[in-house]
């Protein structure tokens, strides 16, 4: 009997060594494609790289490293669900992984999850519950939410704690800022400047107060002195540029946008300013090149794709005009501007019924839009529909479309 047991414990034992030893073999494969994977990511061979991970997952599929390996680098090629997924399954493998956690929140914010970010920030909060950096993190979430109320409570949470406290002090009036709280903001802003005199974005802040309400000299001077600390403020010399411009200075406001672009050229919305800066200066063709740059880094920007077809029209390109107000109606097809716009194209070009079907969608979304009135009066009118068309143009004058006066006298009250 003592013989039998003594045998099956040394076959237990040995089995248990064998699958040991299998499970060792399988971890020192997979360790190894990812220190080959980890070469090629340094040599800039991406895909490869990629692959490496891959063979690591399938070499020891309980390896959470390898998961978050690939995680990482599928983040950095924007294949956001793919990575999401392998963060999901290196938790199952490792759920108390403080890095796992900060990485796939972060991820959720990049694909707008705000709402899956801030139960991941929760959750690191509940691990490490002393930790402010991830309740800073919670804080650049709430905002993103426009939870502001939540925001200001943890930023007070870590300016109690003295934690970064001009930081976020500046943070603070920036939510006041998004709140349009011009008075908490000025406050705030000045508050962190006597902590730190030298904060670029604290005067960048105030400048936008005062942008905000239309004072502009002041906030053209908080922002050059955002520039004079920090000549490589690319935000300071956009918002700057927008006050010259409204101050009806567009060599300047063009000059800042130029160095703005210098300085952060991947970013849709400040060749969108400088095409609108453009255009008011004459340059049709820099206008549309501008807004060609735009929407290449933004293809559903829909500012640019507004303007730039209504600059087509003007230009008299009908079918990049219509291509443009079509996608915009795609995009967003509850908008009443996008079919007025789309009808006006349809009318400058004589298509009158495709014209008066916009126009109809348009005052269907917004009875009141008193311009769709209008023109599909002059829609009406170009097919000889002296009727309904006198009715359109005068139902616009009741809205308050003075152009319509002069068009009902030239065509209704002979």
């Not at 020192?28 to 080959?36: A, G, N, P, V």
């Not at 000299?217 to 300071?236: G, K, M, Q, R, V």
């Not at 009118?381 to 308050?400: K, N």
Request: charged letters at 20%.
């Amino acid at each position: 009997m003592i013989t039998a047991f003594k045998n099956s414990l040394f076959i237990f034992t040995l089995a248990i060594s064998c699958i040991a030893n299998a499970q060792t073999t399988q971890r020192l494969e997979s360790i190894k494609h990812i220190q080959e994977g980890d070469v090629f990511l340094r040599q800039g061979n991406w895909v490869t790289a990629l692959n490496s991970y891959t063979n690591a997952i399938v070499a020891d599929e309980t390896y959470a490293e390898a998961y978050m390996k690939r995680a990482v680098l599928n983040e950095r090629l924007n294949n956001f669900q793919q990575s999401l997924s392998d963060y999901n399954y290196a938790l199952k493998l490792n759920p108390y992984s403080l890095y796992v956690y900060d990485r796939r929140a972060k991820l959720k914010i990049l694909a707008h999850d705000y709402k899956g970010a801030l139960d991941d920030i929760n959750k690191l909060i509940s691990m490490n519950p002393d930790s402010a950096k991830y309740i800073e993190f919670r804080v650049n979430d709430f905002m993103l939410m426009g939870d502001y109320i939540n925001a200001l409570k943890d930023l007070d949470l870590l300016i109690s704690k003295n934690y970064n406290t001009a930081d976020e002090l500046v943070k603070k009036a920036i939510v006041h800022l998004l709140k349009n709280d011009y008075l908490n903001c000025l406050k705030t802003a000045d508050s962190a400047l006597t902590l730190n005199n030298k904060s670029a974005i604290a005067h960048d802040v105030i400048g936008m107060v005062y942008l905000k309400q239309n004072i502009i000299t002041p906030s053209i001077n908080a922002f050059s002195t955002a520039i004079a600390i920090d000549s490589n403020f690319a935000l300071a010399y956009y918002n700057r540029s927008i006050a010259y411009r409204l101050n009806k200075d567009t060599i300047m406001s063009k000059k800042d946008l130029n160095k703005a672009i210098q300085l952060a050229h991947d970013n849709a919305h400040i060749y969108f300013a400088r095409a609108l800066v453009k255009k008011e200066m004459g340059d049709y063709n820099g206008a549309l090149d501008d807004y060609n740059k735009s929407l290449s880094l933004n293809s559903e920007y829909i500012n640019a794709l507004y303007n730039r077809s209504f600059l087509q029209k003007f230009l008299g390109d009908y079918s990049a005009a219509l291509n443009d107000a079509n996608k915009l109606i795609e995009i967003d097809p509850n908008s009443a501007y996008n079919y007025n716009l789309r009808g006006s194209i349809n009318l400058l070009f004589g298509e009158y019924n495709n014209a008066i079907d916009d126009y109809n969608k348009a005052i269907v979304i917004n009875s009141s839009f008193a311009e769709a009135y209008y023109n599909r009066g002059l829609a009406q009118l170009m097919s000889y529909r002296l009727i309904p068309g006198c009715d359109d143009l005068r139902f616009a004058i009741d809205l308050g479309y003075t152009p319509a006066k002069n068009m009902l006298i030239k065509f209704c009250d002979n």
